[in-house]
């Protein structure tokens, strides 16, 4: 059974810094793209950022320049660096992985920047 595994959230000041891990189990092949959703309170789930088996990135622009996704394809994680952090960015953080067409989910993780 396949599951994400996330960690690293919490509560930090504005322009802190914090770095979120997700860690899927369950899975004998490299997992062709992982990604970070989030969602604030009253907001529709958004895609944060995707990071492919081969390196490839993408991110939102509200994100760009302020956060990093990087992977370790033989551990199937999934991190997220982010910096210069606003209170914008509070939000329950997903991680994702698609797979055949099927999006897995894990449970997220509470991000709360403070002003």
């Known amino acids: 059974q396949v599951q994400l595994v996330e960690s690293g959230g919490g509560l930090v000041q504005a322009g802190g810094s914090l770095r979120l891990s997700c860690a899927a189990s369950g899975i004998i092949f490299v997992i062709p793209t992982m990604a970070w959703y989030r969602q604030a309170p009253g907001k529709q789930r958004e895609l944060v950022a995707t990071?492919?088996?081969?390196?490839?990135?993408n991110y939102a622009d509200s994100v760009k320049g302020r956060f990093t996704i990087s992977r370790d394809n033989a551990k199937n994680t999934v991190y997220l660096r982010m910096e210069s952090l606003k209170p914008e960015d509070t939000a329950v953080y997903y991680c994702?992985?698609?797979?055949?067409?099927?999006?897995?989910w894990g449970q997220g993780t509470q991000v709360t920047v403070s002003s």
């Open positions: 990071a492919t088996s081969g390196g490839r990135t």
């Open positions: 994702n992985a698609l797979m055949m067409s099927t999006n897995y």
